[in-house]
């Protein structure tokens, strides 16, 4: 029979063993050596069969283990030493305590970080893949560093999915439940000691509750909104089932809750434990992007109207995109919006009719019954960031709609590179060595063994995987006794792993399953490759990608060459990031936003092997891994990939294998190893999470903190005049119009100087309201000015009373300074100190080309 109701009992710890309880609670210990060897060392077997989650091992000893433990002095000894450095991390001042160096003075008190989830440890398993990753490494990093974050996400009863394969190799998802009473969490309570419960207004009037769960991430609150909660009607139940599950009201209760539920969270969080209100809210991804309409609300209930409220809500919020494809954007039926909106402004929530033109596509190709999150997270932040140098010029491309008139590179979308995090995904023989530059001056042969070891480990954790994989698919124990030999100590090994939809090419290598074989079963240098992923449970294209790879690594004379091992998590990527020799990735460029994988190959040794896409085409440089070539201008997507697919071989076969295999006297293949300590010299500081956060603290997260006091300061009076002048430019742009152009000087030559005038009516705005520009440089096939300079022109004279008169002249000088076709054009835009680009408002204005312009056509 089953249960009809499930829930975890607790250990109860002797009271010696009590602060075990408090070690176990705080999830540094999952990244922190230490701790890891204190839990391993109570049951060597207990750890291993629960996975390496403390709470499954000791609720699994009995009662007489737990008793001798507690006497056992020296175990409490060390369980004193860890517990005692737990908490000197926690208390004593780090980078972000001492001044940040490198960041401007004024730092945020608090930064609030939204996400749909968090890979903290295989033991919270509130990830499905890469951004997951990403946001508990940076959470990890920001303890790390000292950086005052509060996380903010959803607790998904069931996570995303457990894969496993049918017979015929077809992907397979099972969704345990989660009990939070069986995870490292502790309820969130008031100061009179009941469970903490937010709020949200659906449809209809209906609330959705939700209680908050804590993870404790070194120094860094992770609260988790849970709405399996009585108050809650049986179907609220399950807006917190599932990671990315459910139709699309489903997401959007999903993500109202995470939005607007999370800053309320956060606000009660705050109130009960005195942590710091948040100056800085950085959303991460679209999916948490109705966090800036609850700051609105909070703004207009202090005073505000709706758009003074935009103005402070922009100015302190932050925001990262992650995809490269307008199909990896939350985009919601309109009319579902409205109805949301409608009910939760009855509610005291902002006004639908405001809400709904924030998510509009109003671009050329946008669709009008839509409404795009990615879209709104951009309205509502004045900073907005990609994850790799290449994707924040993708993004710029693919939002470049919502500024009209700007060119590309002005678009204002930044970059800040991803980063990983070091102490969680190192192999400790690495880490040992020291830092990367140390590592890389490590003995040769010493480094060799390290990798040999890694890869040995890498071998039985396969073996092991992939017998439990086939007893899944029904073989029986006599058929699986070639397991034993699948893989090889010594063979060049390959690694695969990642999300599989259909841009990530995961079967791009069977292109040539002839070839590929000829590869695998090389004998004298033969590779092997080691591939995990899994697709949407919606995505039947991905499942056939797999199904594919899976029959064709099912094939006898292949099988102990190549395997796909189901179920790819957190604690498979450990073993494939350290022992992999190579880590292969071929998406289509450039629809690769970063991708991090490679980065922790580069940290453990491990060589890239990659089209130049995310962090890749940034970083690589010659040396340090391998460019697989790229076939851009082919159209024909199947050519494309057989052009790519023969690239590949080529380099496995000409460069990658032999320099593995060139061994001297001593078995060192001293031209790979010599690669591998360029890599760590020339990655390993660029790669890492702390230098992400970094970037983010100090080009983001101070500037932000600073913008947004500044309109709040004097009872929100900058925030007020901001928004009455945004409002007054845009009703007055319509009548701003460029009269005249001229330039004068003497002959065109290297180091002369171009006087340029330019006449421009301003309506009822003033010079102080705009600027007025020259852009020059060297014009393309199309006149297009290619890289242009720009050069800011100031008013000749100006009325006394400063009142705009029907015409002002702008003037300035700029140097001819280098030979060649040389353009310019000449522009106005609004200018305000607030602002933090100039082309925040998408306004500006060129000459009408060629009337009332001298010396040729000046656009």
């Known amino acids: ?486 893989l090889g100590e010594n063979v060049l090994t390959i690694g695969f792993a990642r999300r599989v939809p259909s841009y990530k090419r995961l079967t791009l290598m069977l292109n040539d399953p002839q070839r590929l074989t000829g590869l695998l079963l090389d004998p004298g240098r033969p590779v092997q490759i080691v591939i995990a992923g899994k697709a949407h449970p919606a995505d039947e294209s991905g499942k056939r990608l797999i199904q594919q790879m899976v029959r064709f690594a099912d094939s006898e004379a292949v099988r102990r060459r190549i395997v796909f091992l189901p179920d790819y998590d957190m604690a498979l990527a450990h073993h494939l990031v350290q022992g992999c020799d190579v880590w292969l990735n071929n998406p289509l460029r450039p629809l690769e936003a970063c991708g991090t994988s490679g980065m922790k190959v580069a940290l453990n040794g491990g060589l890239n092997v990659s089209v130049r896409d995310g962090w890749w085409d940034e970083w690589y440089d010659g040396a340090n891994g391998w460019e697989i070539p790229t076939a851009d201008g082919v159209s024909d997507p199947a050519r494309r990939d057989e052009l790519e697919a023969a690239a590949l071989y080529e380099l496995l076969e000409k460069s990658v294998a032999p320099l593995f295999y060139d061994a001297g006297p001593d078995g060192v293949p001293g031209g790979w190893v010599e690669m591998i300590r360029h890599e760590l010299r020339s990655l390993g500081p660029l790669v890492q999470a702390d230098r992400m956060v970094g970037d983010y603290v100090t080009h983001l997260y101070a500037p932000a903190a600073e913008s947004s006091r500044a309109l709040a300061a004097d009872g929100f009076a900058a925030a007020r005049e901001l928004a009455a002048w945004r409002e007054r430019v845009r009703k007055a742009w319509p009548a701003v119009r460029i009269e005249h152009v001229e330039a004068e000087g003497a002959e065109p030559s290297l180091g002369a100087v171009l006087n340029v005038h330019v006449t421009a009516a301003l309506g009822t705005l003033t010079a102080a309201d705009v600027c007025v520009e020259v852009a020059y440089g060297r014009p393309g096939e199309d006149d297009e000015i290619v890289d242009p300079s720009y050069l800011t022109l100031a008013p000749d004279t100006l009325p006394a009373d400063g009142a705009p008169g029907p015409q002002t002249r702008f003037s300035g000088a700029v140097e001819l300074g280098r030979p060649g076709p040389f353009g310019y054009t000449a522009r106005v835009l609004p200018r305000h100190p607030l602002l933090a680009s100039r082309a925040e408002l998408g306004l500006v204005t060129y000459p009408d080309a060629p009337a009332g312009m001298t010396n040729g056509d000046l656009r």
Request: hydrophobic share 40%.
């Open 1 to 486: 029979m089953r249960a009809i109701r499930r829930f975890t009992v607790r250990v109860t710890l002797p009271r010696p063993l009590a602060p075990l309880h408090d070690l176990m609670l705080n999830l540094r210990w999952s990244w922190h050596p230490g701790a890891v060897e204190l839990f391993q060392s109570i049951d060597p077997a207990g750890w291993a069969a629960s996975g390496g989650d403390p709470f499954a091992m000791l609720s699994s000893m009995r009662p007489g283990q737990l008793a001798e433990l507690a006497e056992d002095a020296d175990f409490l000894r060390r369980l004193d030493e860890v517990l005692a450095d737990l908490r000197a991390y926690v208390s004593r001042p780090r980078w972000y305590q001492s001044g940040a160096a490198g960041a401007p003075r004024s730092l945020p008190k608090a930064i609030a970080y939204f996400s749909p989830e968090y890979g903290i440890t295989a033991v919270l398993p509130q990830y499905s893949g890469g951004l997951g990753i990403l946001a508990g490494d940076h959470l990890k990093s920001a303890s790390d560093l000292g950086v005052p974050v509060i996380g903010v996400g959803l607790l998904y009863r069931h996570g995303y999915f457990t894969q496993s394969l049918s017979a015929d190799g077809w992907q397979a998802e099972r969704y345990p439940a989660d009990d939070p009473n069986g995870l490292p969490l502790t309820q969130v309570r008031t100061a009179g000691g009941e469970p903490l419960r937010v709020s949200v207004t659906l449809a209809g009037g209906k609330l959705l509750t939700a209680q908050v769960w804590l993870a404790q991430v070194g120094r860094v609150p992770l609260l988790l909104l849970d709405s399996y909660v009585e108050e809650n009607e049986l179907a609220l139940h399950d807006v917190t089932d599932r990671l990315y599950g459910g139709g699309s009201e489903h997401r959007l209760r999903q993500e109202l809750l995470l939005g607007v539920g999370g800053v309320r969270a956060v606000r009660a969080f705050c109130a009960i434990t005195g942590h710091p209100e948040p100056e800085v809210f950085h959303t991460n991804e679209g999916h948490a992007g109705f966090l800036g309409l609850e700051r609105i609300r909070e703004y207009v209930a202090a005073g505000l109207d709706f758009d003074e409220a935009i103005e402070l809500c922009r100015a302190g919020t932050v925001f990262t995109t992650h995809t490269p494809v307008p199909a990896g954007i939350d985009r919601f039926p309109r009319d579902l919006v409205e109805r949301y909106f409608s009910a939760a402004a009855a509610a005291g929530g902002p006004p639908a009719d405001r809400v709904l033109p924030l998510g509009a596509e109003t671009y050329p190709g946008g669709d009008p019954h839509v409404f795009n999150m990615a879209v709104m997270g951009m309205r509502l932040a004045q900073r907005v960031n990609g994850v790799s140098l290449l994707h924040g010029q993708v993004s710029r491309e693919m939002f470049a709609g919502l500024w009209p008139g700007f060119d590309t590179s002005e678009v204002p979308i930044g970059s800040i590179t991803n980063g990983v995090h070091a102490p969680t995904w190192v192999a400790r023989e690495i880490s040992e060595l020291g830092d990367s530059a140390t590592a890389a001056s490590a003995d040769a042969a010493r480094l060799w063994e390290i990798r040999r070891q890694l890869r040995a480990r890498l071998v039985a954790e396969t073996r092991r995987r992939l017998r439990e994989s086939w007893r899944q698919r029904g073989a029986s124990v006599a058929e699986l006794s070639w397991i034993d030999n699948v």
